[in-house]
């Protein structure tokens, strides 16, 4: 049999060369696809799957004991008509991101603008400062945030050896929401890296231009730097809102939902209805409109980056 090498001249013909062709992506694609095999068995076995099965229990009554029961969407009607508890996880969710969110980024933004000038030793301090966003949403770390500002935590003590009142942290509303706005705010690591590499890329040009122009340090910082980094505060913003949404870790450990559930996030809420009341099908409901809550805003966010995020 000839090979392709062998073949003469006259034997070459189009129809050949379009069928080795093809043969040849065949084969590629083919490699390609084996390579990828093993993350394309955890994608469809580990998260198609599994979405697919709880979008399904959504519309059933399940308690992991019994075998699920159709209900239709009775769990949904439920959920807006007849359950206070899901309508105040929503708000205090909405709080917390609506509070913590921006004043992350924002924080974030100010010690990368610190972390920029270029002085020595600061590699040493911007790797320092990233150590919160590596231990901050750790278990330890939300125990450790609890012990602090118990009633005889740290805080208290500094407070009653200065002569003030102490606070009940978790006997307060307001107070139990801040001890979690701060602790979000304390892991801004890894926001913060973003912003020192976007910062990096501004052309110096545009600033002696600026101080050409008789600009200060507060108009180079608004007609400049926020300008030019609006690309990293649009990816910054949409994904510290998908983490705010999902946040569970502290305030389940924590504030274990405030008092009066204060603090009683989304994502806990949806733990208690699940591995506390057994109640699966429920919980499933509420963790596909947590996904179109947060498609919903990411969506939002783009939308709106028309007029605000500039590219050139």
């Keep these: 049999m000839k090979t392709s090498e062998t073949l003469t001249e006259k034997e070459i013909t189009p129809e050949f060369v379009e069928k080795e062709r093809k043969r040849r992506n065949l084969r590629e694609s083919l490699t390609g696809y084996a390579m990828i095999s093993p993350w394309l068995l955890g994608f469809f076995g580990l998260i198609i799957g599994p979405m697919i099965y709880s979008f399904i229990l959504s519309f059933t009554d399940y308690d992991m004991l019994s075998a699920p029961q159709w209900t239709g969407f009775s769990n949904y009607v439920e959920l807006f008509t007849n359950d206070p508890r899901f309508i105040q996880s929503l708000q205090a969710t909405f709080t917390f991101v609506v509070i913590a969110i921006p004043l992350k980024l924002a924080f974030s933004l100010f010690l990368a ?34 012990q602090m500002f118990g009633r005889d935590g740290a805080v208290n003590t500094i407070l009653d050896a200065w002569g003030l009142d102490t606070i009940s942290f978790f006997g307060n509303s307001s107070a139990a929401m801040s001890i979690l ?31 050409v122009d008789g600009a200060g340090i507060v108009r180079k910082f608004i007609k400049v730097t926020i300008p030019m980094l609006t690309p990293i505060i649009f990816f910054n913003l949409v994904m510290e809102t998908i983490n705010g949404f999902m946040t569970f870790t502290q305030a389940f450990l924590i504030t274990g939902g405030g008092p009066r559930d204060s603090t009683l996030f989304y994502a806990v809420y949806l733990y208690e209805v699940a591995f506390e009341f057994l109640n699966m099908g429920y919980a499933s409901a509420m963790a596909w409109i947590l996904l179109v809550i947060i498609g919903a805003f990411t969506l939002l966010i783009f939308k709106s980056s028309t007029f605000w995020v500039h590219y050139d």
Excluded: C, H
């Design 181 to 211: 706005v701060i602790l979000i705010v304390w892991q801004f690591g890894a926001p913060m890296i973003i912003f020192l590499a976007g910062l990096r890329q501004i052309p110096d040009d545009l600033y002696e231009a600026a101080s």
């Design 113 to 146: 603008l610190l972390f920029n000038t270029g002085r020595k030793g600061s590699g040493i301090f911007t790797t320092i400062y990233y150590v919160p966003s590596i231990i901050g949403g750790s278990v330890a770390i939300s125990v450790v945030w609890r």
